[in-house]
């Protein structure tokens, strides 16, 4: 501490109260005040000064203080591009709609007379009773006869 | 409608009338089709009836004939309970066969009618799906 000459200890205080002091010096001076013993008066109130803030918390270094800036800065945002995802969505729902199968019609009545579709459901029920009828009655015996009779 | 037609002309998918059917024996603009499905055939105990006539030559004839003869071969039985057949010089005359059951509980029946006329031979081709028995059909269907 005696290497540390009054002239260089001004220049040291000055730099502190003009906020230009670094740590290392604010370390130096804060040393220099808690060990001297005979300081010029002009400088007590100093040495008071650095009692006083060497009790109070320790200053974090400009690099933690730097450190916690970073922490505290909001994270740069990532970019998510959208069209990937829309995408997939419109795949998955033509897929849907194409693998679906198509949902049977409950009810059906068409008739077909001479290659015409006819949406007709009281013409197709009755040619299909008709037919059914015609088949289920082949067993009666007399409607048999009188069919061979026409026949040829 | 077109998609339903196909799906449902292909339920006797299987079976060798099916080509009488899809009109590959006789041309469908020469036959009376009518096709049914649902609501409407519920008092019948019937899923789906599927019908078709059209006269036929003797070449034409024979083939349908062989076309069911060998569909008869799906046959449960030949028990009464199962089916009825009569033919005549070795052609159908009519036939009512109950097929095995593709799904359980879902009966399946061919049904083939030959007439003869003058000039030719008309043809009634049938093919239902549904839990209705034979005995169910006959009393339903059969004329007094």
Known sequence: ?152 | MLFGIILYATAQEGLQINEAFEGKVIDKQCMQESLVKGENLKPYKLEMLHTIKFAAGSKDRAKLNALFTKDMEERISDDDSNMEYESRDGYIYYAIVQLTDNKKGRHRYICYQCKENSSHYDITLVYMEGTASLADLRKTFKKK
């Not at chain 1, 990937?84 to 849907?96: D, G, K, R, S, V």
């Not at chain 1, 693998?99 to 949406?119: E, F, H, R, S």
């Open chain 1, 1 to 152: 501490m005696n290497m540390v000459t009054q002239e260089y200890l001004r220049e040291l205080l000055r730099r502190y109260m003009e906020g230009e002091g670094t740590q290392e010096e604010l370390k130096l001076l804060k040393g220099y005040f808690n060990s001297a013993s005979d300081l010029p008066v002009d400088l007590v109130p100093y040495a008071q000064m650095f009692a006083i803030i060497d009790e109070e918390t320790t200053v974090p270094s400009v690099e933690a203080l730097n450190r916690f800036s970073e922490k505290q800065a909001p994270a740069p945002r990532r970019h998510i591009p959208l069209w990937p995802l829309l995408a997939a969505a419109c795949i998955a729902a033509f897929a849907f709609i194409i693998l679906t199968p198509p949902k049977q019609k409950d009810d059906m009545a068409i008739a077909y007379v001479d290659g015409k579709m006819l949406n007709d459901k009281a013409l197709a029920m009755q040619m299909g009773q008709e037919a059914l009828q015609e088949i289920f009655s082949n067993g009666n015996e007399e409607q048999q006869l009188t069919d061979l009779f026409n026949a040829k």
